[in-house]
């Protein structure tokens, strides 16, 4: 049974840093697609930052330059480094693995910018 288990995130001041990590197991996920997507109450998820299996990424416009995203195939985890965060980051993150077959997420861990 496959499995994705999230953890790092957490209540943090304006412009300082968390690393969420989302560790995978069931299967190997070398093949797959990774993404970190956030959801504030009310509104539709929408995507962070993603990383294919081939190491390229993407990133949302209003996190480039303070977010980045990485994977470790051999753990089956992908991170996210986030940094100068703002009020705005506050959301429930999660991550996605996903292949042409298959799609996963995450339970989804709290951020919170607040001073």
């Known amino acids: 049974q496959v499995q994705l288990v999230e953890s790092g995130g957490g209540l943090v001041q304006p412009g300082g840093s968390l690393r969420l990590s989302c560790a995978a197991s069931g299967r190997t996920f070398s093949i797959y697609a990774m993404g970190w997507y956030r959801q504030a109450p009310g509104k539709q998820r929408e995507l962070v930052a993603a990383?294919?299996?081939?190491?390229?990424?993407d990133y949302a416009d209003s996190v480039k330059g303070r977010f980045t995203i990485s994977r470790n195939n051999a753990k089956n985890t992908v991170y996210l480094q986030m940094n100068s965060l703002e009020p705005e980051d506050t959301d429930v993150y999660y991550c996605?693995?996903?292949?042409?077959?298959?799609?996963?997420w995450g339970q989804g861990t709290q951020v919170t910018v607040s001073s």
């Open positions: 996605n693995f996903t292949s042409k077959a298959d799609n996963y």
């Open positions: 990383i294919t299996s081939g190491g390229s990424t």
